[in-house]
Protein backbone atom coordinates (compact mmCIF):
# COMPACT_ATOMS: atom_id res chain seq x y z
CA UNK A 1 0.00 0.00 0.00
CA UNK A 2 1.18 3.34 -0.90
CA UNK A 3 1.78 6.25 1.67
CA UNK A 4 -0.77 8.31 -0.04
CA UNK A 5 -3.62 5.80 0.09
CA UNK A 6 -2.90 5.33 3.83
CA UNK A 7 -2.73 8.80 4.33
CA UNK A 8 -5.88 9.36 2.67
CA UNK A 9 -8.09 6.34 4.24
CA UNK A 10 -7.19 7.28 7.98
CA UNK A 11 -7.54 11.42 6.91
CA UNK A 12 -10.38 11.93 9.45
CA UNK A 13 -8.72 10.86 12.41
CA UNK A 14 -5.56 12.35 11.57
CA UNK A 15 -7.42 15.62 11.17
CA UNK A 16 -9.13 15.22 14.50
CA UNK A 17 -5.88 14.25 16.37
CA UNK A 18 -3.99 17.70 14.51
CA UNK A 19 -6.83 20.05 15.64
CA UNK A 20 -6.73 18.11 18.90
CA UNK A 21 -2.75 18.57 19.12
CA UNK A 22 -3.14 22.38 18.01
CA UNK A 23 -6.24 22.72 21.08
CA UNK A 24 -3.61 22.01 22.72
CA UNK A 25 -1.52 24.78 22.79
CA UNK A 26 -3.50 27.39 24.25
CA UNK A 27 -3.28 27.88 27.66
CA UNK A 28 -6.04 25.41 29.81
CA UNK A 29 -8.62 28.47 30.08
CA UNK A 30 -8.74 28.60 26.11
CA UNK A 31 -8.23 25.16 25.75
CA UNK A 32 -11.42 23.64 27.23
CA UNK A 33 -13.48 26.16 25.46
CA UNK A 34 -12.22 25.85 22.34
CA UNK A 35 -12.31 21.94 22.54
CA UNK A 36 -15.89 22.13 23.87
CA UNK A 37 -17.31 25.04 21.80
CA UNK A 38 -17.73 23.73 18.20
CA UNK A 39 -20.24 26.60 16.78
CA UNK A 40 -18.30 28.70 14.21
CA UNK A 41 -19.93 32.15 15.09
CA UNK A 42 -19.36 31.19 19.02
CA UNK A 43 -15.92 29.68 18.67
CA UNK A 44 -14.13 31.22 15.05
CA UNK A 45 -10.98 30.01 16.06
CA UNK A 46 -11.39 26.35 16.59
CA UNK A 47 -13.70 26.85 12.86
CA UNK A 48 -10.72 28.34 11.27
CA UNK A 49 -8.10 25.64 12.51
CA UNK A 50 -10.57 22.95 11.67
CA UNK A 51 -11.53 24.20 8.21
CA UNK A 52 -8.30 25.39 6.97
CA UNK A 53 -6.13 22.07 8.32
CA UNK A 54 -8.41 20.03 5.81
CA UNK A 55 -6.86 22.55 2.91
CA UNK A 56 -3.52 21.80 4.04
CA UNK A 57 -3.64 18.42 4.58
CA UNK A 58 -5.06 17.56 1.05
CA UNK A 59 -2.70 19.71 -0.54
CA UNK A 60 0.22 17.96 1.24
CA UNK A 61 -1.27 14.52 0.72
CA UNK A 62 -2.05 15.65 -3.22
CA UNK A 63 1.05 16.89 -4.20
CA UNK A 64 4.87 15.85 -4.20
CA UNK A 65 5.78 19.17 -4.50
CA UNK A 66 4.46 21.90 -1.97
CA UNK A 67 2.63 24.91 -4.18
CA UNK A 68 2.94 27.42 -1.91
CA UNK A 69 0.31 30.19 -3.52
CA UNK A 70 -2.26 27.54 -2.64
CA UNK A 71 -1.25 27.10 0.78
CA UNK A 72 -0.03 30.54 1.91
CA UNK A 73 -3.67 31.88 1.93
CA UNK A 74 -4.65 29.28 4.14
CA UNK A 75 -1.62 29.63 6.66
CA UNK A 76 -2.28 32.89 6.38
CA UNK A 77 -5.97 32.63 7.87
CA UNK A 78 -4.46 30.37 10.49
CA UNK A 79 -1.09 32.75 11.65
CA UNK A 80 -3.37 35.74 11.61
CA UNK A 81 -5.07 34.03 14.84
CA UNK A 82 -1.32 33.13 16.38
CA UNK A 83 0.44 36.24 15.65
CA UNK A 84 -1.96 38.27 17.69
CA UNK A 85 -2.28 35.92 20.57
CA UNK A 86 0.89 35.83 22.87
CA UNK A 87 3.08 33.02 20.79
CA UNK A 88 6.84 33.62 20.14
CA UNK A 89 7.41 33.33 16.05
CA UNK A 90 8.58 29.29 16.77
CA UNK A 91 5.22 28.53 19.03
CA UNK A 92 2.96 30.49 16.75
CA UNK A 93 4.28 27.71 13.67
CA UNK A 94 4.64 25.31 15.84
CA UNK A 95 1.29 23.37 15.07
CA UNK A 96 2.45 22.41 11.61
CA UNK A 97 4.99 20.26 12.92
CA UNK A 98 2.32 18.68 15.37
CA UNK A 99 1.25 16.88 12.25
CA UNK A 100 4.13 14.58 12.51
CA UNK A 101 3.38 13.33 15.94
CA UNK A 102 0.17 12.64 14.81
CA UNK A 103 0.98 10.85 11.69
CA UNK A 104 2.99 8.59 13.66
CA UNK A 105 0.98 7.73 16.09
CA UNK A 106 -1.91 6.82 13.61
CA UNK A 107 -0.22 4.67 10.66
CA UNK A 108 3.31 4.08 12.20
CA UNK A 109 2.77 0.71 12.32
CA UNK A 110 1.31 0.43 9.05
CA UNK A 111 4.63 2.06 7.44
CA UNK A 112 7.11 -0.18 8.99
CA UNK A 113 4.74 -3.00 8.05
CA UNK A 114 4.67 -2.14 4.74
CA UNK A 115 8.04 -0.65 4.67
CA UNK A 116 6.99 2.97 3.48
CA UNK A 117 9.75 4.96 5.59
CA UNK A 118 11.20 6.74 2.88
CA UNK A 119 7.48 7.86 1.72
CA UNK A 120 6.75 9.07 4.79
CA UNK A 121 10.08 10.68 5.60
CA UNK A 122 9.49 12.70 1.99
CA UNK A 123 6.57 13.90 3.19
CA UNK A 124 7.34 15.01 6.14
CA UNK A 125 10.07 17.29 4.69
CA UNK A 126 6.98 18.92 2.89
CA UNK A 127 5.61 19.47 6.36
CA UNK A 128 8.83 20.91 7.58
CA UNK A 129 8.77 22.97 3.31
CA UNK A 130 5.18 24.02 5.18
CA UNK A 131 6.57 24.99 8.20
CA UNK A 132 8.92 27.35 6.25
CA UNK A 133 6.12 29.21 4.63
CA UNK A 134 4.48 29.79 7.53
CA UNK A 135 7.16 31.63 8.89
CA UNK A 136 7.32 33.96 6.86
CA UNK A 137 3.40 34.29 6.93
CA UNK A 138 4.08 34.75 10.44
CA UNK A 139 6.63 37.39 9.98
CA UNK A 140 4.60 39.67 7.62
CA UNK A 141 1.62 39.78 9.57
CA UNK A 142 4.05 40.85 12.69
CA UNK A 143 5.62 43.36 10.53
CA UNK A 144 1.74 44.29 9.82
CA UNK A 145 1.38 44.61 13.15
CA UNK A 146 4.18 46.73 13.79
CA UNK A 147 3.46 49.10 11.20
CA UNK A 148 -0.17 49.47 12.18
CA UNK A 149 1.31 49.99 15.87
CA UNK A 150 3.72 52.28 14.67
CA UNK A 151 0.92 54.84 12.84
CA UNK A 152 -1.55 54.58 15.57
CA UNK A 153 1.67 55.98 18.01
CA UNK A 154 2.24 58.49 15.48
CA UNK A 155 -1.20 59.51 15.01
CA UNK A 156 -1.35 59.80 18.64
CA UNK A 157 1.07 61.61 19.26
CA UNK A 158 0.08 64.22 16.12
CA UNK A 159 -2.86 64.80 18.15
CA UNK A 160 -1.47 65.53 21.08
CA UNK A 161 0.88 68.17 19.84
CA UNK A 162 -2.34 69.95 18.08
CA UNK A 163 -3.97 69.88 20.65
CA UNK A 164 -1.43 71.24 22.54
CA UNK A 165 -1.14 74.12 19.91
CA UNK A 166 2.25 72.88 19.21
CA UNK A 167 2.15 72.54 15.71
CA UNK A 168 2.13 74.70 12.93
CA UNK A 169 1.02 73.99 8.80
CA UNK A 170 4.25 74.80 7.01
CA UNK A 171 3.50 77.28 3.80
CA UNK A 172 3.50 75.57 0.35
CA UNK A 173 6.09 77.26 -1.64
CA UNK A 174 7.30 76.68 -5.10
CA UNK A 175 11.28 76.21 -6.19
CA UNK A 176 10.88 78.54 -8.66
CA UNK A 177 9.52 82.61 -7.85
CA UNK A 178 8.18 82.70 -11.76
CA UNK A 179 6.38 79.35 -11.90
CA UNK A 180 3.24 80.82 -13.27
CA UNK A 181 5.39 82.13 -16.36
CA UNK A 182 7.12 78.83 -17.09
CA UNK A 183 9.91 80.36 -17.95
CA UNK A 184 12.55 78.49 -15.82
CA UNK A 185 16.26 80.00 -16.51
CA UNK A 186 19.06 77.74 -16.06
CA UNK A 187 22.46 79.86 -14.40
CA UNK A 188 25.78 77.92 -15.60
Known sequence: MKLENLLSQKRSSILKG????ILETYPAYSNRFLKKQKDQ?????RYTFEEEIKKLYDELVRDTELNVNSISPVLDKMIRIRAVQDFSASQAV???????EVIREEIGEEV???ELEFELLSFESRIDDMALVAFDVYMGCREEIYKIRANQAKNHVSGLLRRAG???EIPEWDSYPDAENDNHQVIS
Open 18 to 21: WLDN
Open 41 to 45: FANPI
Open 94 to 100: AFIFLLK
Open 112 to 114: RED
Open 166 to 168: LTS
